[in-house]
């Protein structure tokens, strides 16, 4: 598994749930189009702070369970209080490398959102996540294609900053574009032909949480940008990135297609 290039800060936590709150609604139709439903247990893998751990066990209800894993202890701890204060008692989580994570029993369903695109060998990782699915069972995972987001008409800002962020995560060993390769995933782990979704967010004018959620990112990522010499912090200039992406967009009446999410799911 390639290093975590977010890290687990706190500022990181908070932009990671506002994130998902950006793009859960993606999340939640390839879910309840895969067949997430009422009263399965579910294991949720690169949980973090917790946010699709709380989605899943919404979509399996009282009945069902979720378990939610993730190497953060902090990512964790976040996550077990956002759990109590919505009264779940269907979650739990666990402290551990997915891949190294051993369960008492399997599960109805797997899933995972933007978790592959952190191995280095992503059919090997899917193949072993897999082992925890019983027979039949689910298997979901949901990454991104970041290079697939776009403005119309285009924006030089909004381009370039997507390029950096790409290419902060490729020069960090993630993939960055790994939901094109969620099929090739797939075939190489031996699961088999998966049924697939595309989703994204479609934006535009100057009220679009979309300025800030790719701002938001490049924040994130901007050490690793300046340490592998993708740009400088004077360049990125992330003070004012926020604005100035608005302001690009709003000036040519520009929609904001946002990297777009890939799914695929099929039973075991």
Known sequence: MSDYVLGHETSELQRLIEQSEFFGVLTRQLWREAGLAAGMTVLDVGCGAGDTTLLAAELVGPTGRVIGVDRSAQGLALARRRAEAAGLTNVEFREADAIELVLEQPVDALVGRLVLM?????????RRLADHVRPGGLIVVQEIDTLGGRCEPAGELFDLTLRRVHDAFA???????????????????????????????V?????????????????TLLPAMIARGIATAE???????????RDEAVATGATIYTPPLIGAWLRK
């Open 118 to 126: 952190y191995f280095r060998d992503h059919a090997a990782a899917l």
């Open 235 to 245: 360049e990125v200039g992330i003070e004012t990135l926020v604005d100035r992406l």
């Open 171 to 201: 020069a960090a060993g993630a993939n960055p574009n790994m939901g094109r390769g969620l099929l090739g995933a797939f075939l190489r782990a031996g699961l088999g032909r998966p049924r697939m979704l595309l989703g994204s967010r």
């Open 203 to 219: 934006e535009s004018g100057p009220d679009s949480p979309a300025y800030a959620s790719l701002a938001g990112i490049a924040r």
